[in-house]
């Protein structure tokens, strides 16, 4: 496809896609356009907008959207909007209920609700592998795109043939108008699935996405197609590869029921979360194509468990954990002080981390901790490298506890400048807050801040201490603290600052953790989900391509 014609299809469906907010949900469209701006002018803009909606449940419209805010399904279904918004808006939400109704599309070939293994025949090594994501480089950058451009990478240099394509409707529907039909990073092709329109109809949409999706993976002929959470991007891979006789293989990275039901600003909210049908139906489609998967990939121990309970066989999973770039370890990184002189940065000893700025990473934790430690005389400052809702928030607690000159938070940064800022922290924290998301998934910034070097201290949870375990049971390789406890943080913090033999062990001790932890070591193990998938009888061979 030419560049011309790119950018007319571009357009055609930004179009699309904009005008059909504008009629279902303007106040939404208004809300997401005024989160995607840059940092600093978003945490200016999105209190505005937030306090000119109002709460957002005035009018028939804002009460159907609380109540999908707050998971009451049951509310969606009684209601009877007489306004055409209103109506717009309970319809496409009733659509994104019927998306997670229960589907026969997983059941494989002899009609079990989880496939069995032991008969079918493998391809030879290495096989060509499609991938099916939510989001990429070089447009997105978090913790899901850093993961998955590694695994590519590695993969295609062990000489797996890879491919890729990203969600329908993807980069444009986050603002990137000019995003080309293919994006080759590091070598590995991320192509676009781009429709020619957003339908209204939920049903009608999915189909024109699974319907791309077909083409594009019958175009690159695997052996095998690789999916990962959440169900959307699952039941799309699921759709292609029962289409076209494929096995397929789900790598459960996260629990998006769990993840959603943290996104609650209280205890008690979350709490309510995690007991509606909206958290019972996500859960229950996370299962299903759980089972339904010819294997399936995932983080941690800890998940391998959760998922066992929830019915998959654990010889159809494969645990590969998060892992760094084995060049990471042979990086000339600069130390602390060095690093701040090259961003600007305050010459301060610095806590902080890089992440998502969401409720559940805890990050108010890192500023009561440098609130708490000015207070005993100490001279630090915080650090915060990412963005996402809870910025606002943040900046004014940080006012609110009287440290808001110490305070750096400079929103999103490039992927290689992240680094520099990681090399900028004198104590890496990771103050991940006690939910259930946080207890069973395995974050990557632990992993990354041991490779450069840098002490960690970390929410005492079960997927923490997994992800931190020493080496042949050596030194610590981070310090656990109870994620409520602000004077055991800063306890822990001001030893690693004023204690240069602490220090210098646990960095050791995370260093052999993150050197057992690269995907040179780890790769090979997506070579054997790849010929699980591909032995289990359940491919439907039969089927042409």
């Not at 494929?246 to 790598?251: G, I, M, Q």
């Not at 990184?333 to 992440?355: F, I, K, N, Q, S």
Request: glycine content about 8%; proline content about 7%; overall charge positive.
């Amino acid at each position: 496809m030419s560049r011309a014609a790119e950018l007319a299809r571009n357009l055609r469906f930004t179009a699309s896609f904009a005008l059909g907010a504008l009629a279902t949900d303007p106040a939404w469209l208004v809300l997401q356009a005024s989160r995607r701006l840059p940092a600093r002018a978003s945490a200016v803009v999105v209190p505005r907008v937030e306090r000119l909606l109002g709460d957002g449940t005035s009018g028939p419209a804002g009460r159907l959207r609380a109540a999908w805010a707050a998971g009451d399904v049951a509310a969606i279904r009684a209601a009877t909007p007489t306004g055409r918004t209103g109506r717009r808006v309970r319809a496409s939400l009733l659509g994104q209920v019927a998306s997670l109704a229960p589907s026969d599309g997983g059941t494989p070939a002899g009609g079990t609700g989880t496939p069995p293994r032991g008969t079918g025949e493998a391809p030879a090594a290495p096989v060509t592998v499609h991938h099916h994501l939510t989001n990429s480089l070089p447009h997105t950058q978090s913790g899901y795109t850093l993961r998955t451009h590694a695994i590519l990478t590695a993969q295609h240099a062990t000489g797996h043939h890879v491919t890729a394509t990203t969600r329908a409707g993807y980069p444009l529907t986050i603002g990137a108008v000019t995003a080309r039909g293919t994006d080759v990073v590091d070598g590995v092709p991320y192509t676009r699935l781009i429709p020619r329109s957003l339908p209204a109809d939920h049903a009608r949409r999915a189909a024109d996405a699974d319907a791309l999706l077909v083409d594009a993976v019958r175009d690159a002929r695997p052996d095998v197609v690789h999916a990962t959470t959440p169900w959307t991007t699952g039941a799309a891979a699921r759709h292609a590869a029962r289409t076209l006789g494929l096995p397929w293989v789900y790598e459960v990275r996260g629990l998006p029921e769990e993840t959603w039901a943290a996104s609650h600003a209280t205890a008690e909210a979350r709490e309510a979360a995690t007991r509606s049908e909206r958290y019972a139906l996500i859960r229950a489609k996370e299962t299903e194509l759980a089972r339904a998967a010819d294997h399936v990939v995932t983080l941690s121990a800890t998940m391998a468990d959760e998922l066992t309970d929830r019915g998959v066989p654990a010889d159809r999973i494969t645990v590969v954990p998060n892992a760094v770039d084995a060049a990471l370890l042979d990086t000339d990184v600069p130390d602390p002080a060095e690093a701040r002189e090259r961003l600007g940065l305050p010459a301060r000893p610095l806590l902080g981390t890089v992440t998502s700025v969401v409720g559940y990473e805890g990050i108010d934790t890192i500023l009561r901790t440098v609130a708490r430690l000015r207070g005993e005389g100490v001279d630090v400052g915080a650090l915060v490298v990412g963005d996402g809702v809870a910025r606002p928030g943040l900046l004014r607690l940080a006012a609110d506890l009287g440290i808001a000159e110490q305070v750096v938070m400079p929103g999103r940064v490039p992927r290689d400048v992240a680094r520099t800022y990681l090399a900028a922290l004198d104590v890496v924290l990771v103050p991940r807050r006690p939910d259930r998301v946080t207890r069973l998934v395995t974050p990557l910034k632990p992993v990354e801040a041991m490779a450069l070097g840098r002490p960690v201290v970390a929410s005492d949870l079960p997927a923490l201490r997994e992800v931190c375990s020493p080496v042949d049971g050596g030194a610590p390789a981070a310090l656990l603290v109870a994620p409520d406890d602000d004077a055991a943080w800063a306890s822990a913090v001001g030893r690693l600052l004023h204690d240069g033999g602490a220090r210098a062990a646990q960095v050791a001790a995370g260093r052999a953790v993150a050197a057992e932890r690269t995907w040179t070591r780890l790769v090979a193990r997506y070579g054997s989900a790849y010929a699980a998938a591909c032995a289990a009888p359940s491919n439907g061979k039969d089927v042409a391509r």
